[in-house]
């Protein structure tokens, strides 16, 4: 069975010749129908080019994104393909993701029109799907400065909504908003998925949001996936050093002081990734082989795990 | 310990193209040496606004009332040249984003040590010095090379530690820190915490910590005040506000948060946004959204009233006390009427 979004030994580069670097480096993932996946790591990670690379607004310097059976070519000069409408895309910020010139209900409009529909028919789905994502129909007759950060989200929700999209790829959609319309715009995608069967990849820095709403998670760190498996089960055991620092750093609202555990150093330049495991230089329990062997993905404990020390199963293979 | 800031009836009115608004309205806030006082509350619910008042920062326009006193100095009356004196020296500001806070085309050693120079009247190769062994504290790797760097060729999180090396540069006594990690990822703004924990442990650094992640605020602050449009709704230790909040802006605050330690169940948003300037409901600015509001909720407005030691409430009706008497309300039966929710 061929998964909704499959990803294959996925590399973005960004730059030319001599400055190339390589942010998404040999990515394998799927995603299936009505399942939310989590991506998250820190800034820097390459979270975000594997994001646009999955629905072509990146191009793959090597391997493939495969959308519903065919292949997902990069945005080029060329129209993008039809087939391609079901997969849409919500950016990080509603405030410069949404044209500040046109009414809110030509914003949502354009995706029906776009596919065919007519104006009268795109009116009509306009103020259904404003309702779907709990916004008034006189919406419609406004601008986007009229409305609050989390009200523009759901605005942009409702905008790749008018696509009826197989998936979303939505990029750290609730981060610029306050902490209350994070929690709505949260619960709406969860409700989206749940109610209408689509996919969403939901990509957070934040690992404590991500387990809100995510069955998988998968983390990133320098390029790679680090980890991935069922959203609970690496919460609440995480084998990876790295998962396990990310989960330690976020403080608790509990009012017991308790000071979260640091992860000393930066995530090191792309540009020059460590040798070994890129994580060795940071890595709490490195070991002498760490800098040298690039560890694989191994099965353990029910996911894919890469590292030398936890997940030593098989001999990682040298890097190249 | 004696208190190093002391703010009494604080009010800023700003005034725009529709008339005069209240931005802060009616704040008192002590700050000791040595402890940290955590600011909560949504955009809007004038956090940054009561810090800058505290530098003589305000846009133009704006009038104050009441009173801020640091170390007996009052803040409020004092002249653009006295402000200078303190401004960076005593009182040091660290704002959310290290894009604007720093200049771009300035060497972070300018940055870093032209303050100094200024306040401690030190040499530049003293104040050279300095600035490397700051660096060094806040965890720029080859501190001495940073130096002549510009803060472009730095990541986010390390331009929020030089933002951060520069407020501390003169060591302040007090430091407003407005959403110091809020840009930042998790791994970074733990390590940011720690140094804040740090200097105030070895150097006695007072904090005013301003932000809307209360995960932040338990790990630091040791009291809590959060504001709504303006005004405080609820101060008092971190344990008390935090485990058991009982103003139900800050319990709605609460369950808005994802919880580590609970279930993955759906989060629970407070209904509405945030009211916006000269639109602040009448009454309890908070009533269109609680859930606990009464016909009284929509004319009285609450004031603060002492419900434990130094634990101080704005919200007559209290329908979070665990059934334990409670000074003041009349009304003993709770309902949930929606009111004009929005």
């Known amino acids: ?103 809110v209900g030509d914003l949502i409009g354009d995706g029906v029109v776009l596919g065919g529909g007519s104006k009268k028919a795109a009116s009509d789905r306009v103020r259904e799907l404003l309702d779907r994502v709990g916004l008034p129909t006189d919406a419609a007759e406004k ?63 934040d690992l404590s949001v991500v387990r809100q709403i995510a069955h998988r998670v998968a983390v990133m760190y320098l390029g790679r996936i680090v980890e991935v498996g069922a959203t609970e089960q690496v919460w609440t055991a995480p084998v990876h050093p790295y998962t396990e620092a990310l989960i330690a750093a976020i403080p608790r609202a509990d009012g017991a002081g308790v000071l979260p555990v640091d992860l000393p150093g930066d995530v090191p330049d792309p540009a020059r990734p460590p040798s070994g495991c890129r994580f060795h230089p940071r890595c709490p329990i490195a070991q002498d082989r760490c800098s040298v062997v690039d560890p694989r993905p191994v099965r353990v404990d029910g996911r894919d795990v890469a590292c030398l020390v936890r997940a030593p199963e098989q001999a990682g293979s040298l890097s190249g | 310990m004696s208190d190093l800031l002391t703010v009494e009836h604080l009010s800023v009115a700003l005034s725009t193209g529709r008339g005069s608004f209240k931005a802060v309205d009616d704040v008192s806030l002590t700050v000791a040496t040595g402890e940290i006082v955590g600011i909560a509350g949504e955009s809007g619910s004038g956090k940054t606004m009561t810090a800058l008042t505290l530098l003589g920062l305000l846009p133009h326009g704006a009038r104050t009332a009441g009173s801020a006193r640091f170390d007996g100095t009052e803040l409020l009356t004092s002249s ?48 050279r010095t300095r600035a490397i062994d700051l660096l060094a504290t806040v965890r720029i790797p080859d501190p001495e090379h940073a130096l002549g760097t510009y803060p472009g060729q730095f990541s986010g999180g390390m331009r929020q530690r030089i ?23 998790v791994t970074v703004q733990a390590g940011i915490l720690l140094l804040l924990q740090r200097l105030r442990q070895e150097r006695g650094l007072a904090v005013v910590i301003i932000t809307h992640d209360l995960g932040v605020m338990s790990a630091l602050a040791d009291r809590v005040c959060v504001m709504y449009a303006g005004r405080m709704a609820e101060v008092g230790p971190r344990s008390e506000v935090l485990a058991q909040p009982r103003h139900p802006y800050t319990r ?34 908070f009533h269109p959204r609680c859930p606990h509001a009464q016909t009284s909720c929509t004319t009285d407005r609450p004031e603060l009233a002492s419900i434990a030691p130094g634990h101080l409430l704005a919200c ?27």
């Open chain 1, 1 to 103: 069975m061929t998964s909704l979004v499959q990803v294959s030994g996925l590399c973005v580069d960004y730059g030319r010749r001599s400055g190339r670097v390589r942010a998404v480096d040999g990515i394998d993932l799927t995603v299936e129908p009505g399942e939310i996946l989590g991506l998250v790591g820190e800034s820097g990670c390459g979270k975000s080019t594997l994001g646009r690379a999955i629905v072509g607004l990146e191009p793959a310097a090597e391997g493939s994104v495969r959308f519903a059976g065919g292949p997902v070519a990069a945005l080029g000069r060329r129209k993008r393909s039809g087939s391609l409408r079901k997969l849409q895309m919500v950016f990080q910020d509603p405030y410069s993701s949404l044209n500040p010139r046109r009414l």
């Open chain 1, 143 to 205: 601008y986007p400065h009229e409305f609050s950060g989390g009200q523009r989200q759901r605005i942009a929700i409702a905008r790749t909504l008018a696509a009826d999209p197989q998936c979303l790829v939505a990029d750290e959609p609730i981060s610029a908003l306050d902490a209350s319309a994070q929690a709505q715009v949260s619960n709406l995608l969860g409700d989206l998925v749940r109610q209408t069967g689509l996919a969403l990849v939901f990509i957070s820095h």
């Open chain 2, 80 to 127: 653009a040249r006295q402000l200078r004196k303190i401004r960076g020296r005593q009182i040091a500001m660290v704002s959310q984003d290290p894009a604007t806070s720093l200049h771009p085309i300035l060497t972070v050693e300018r940055q870093l040590t032209e303050h100094m120079r200024y306040h401690l009247g030190i040499s530049r190769s003293e104040a």
């Open chain 2, 163 to 185: 933002a951060i090396a520069v407020a501390l540069a003169c060591e302040p006594r007090l430091l407003l820190a407005d959403e110091p990690t809020t840009a930042l990822d």
């Open chain 2, 252 to 285: 709605g605050l609460l369950d808005a948060l994802p919880h580590p330690e609970g279930g993955a169940a759906q989060l629970r948003p407070i209904t509405g946004s945030p009211p916006s300037l000269g639109h602040v409901p009448t009454g309890c600015a």
């Open chain 2, 316 to 342: 007559p009706i209290d329908p979070l006390a665990d059934g334990s008497p409670v000074d003041g309300p009349s009304e003993t039966t709770v309902t949930t009427a929606a009111g004009t929710a929005l």
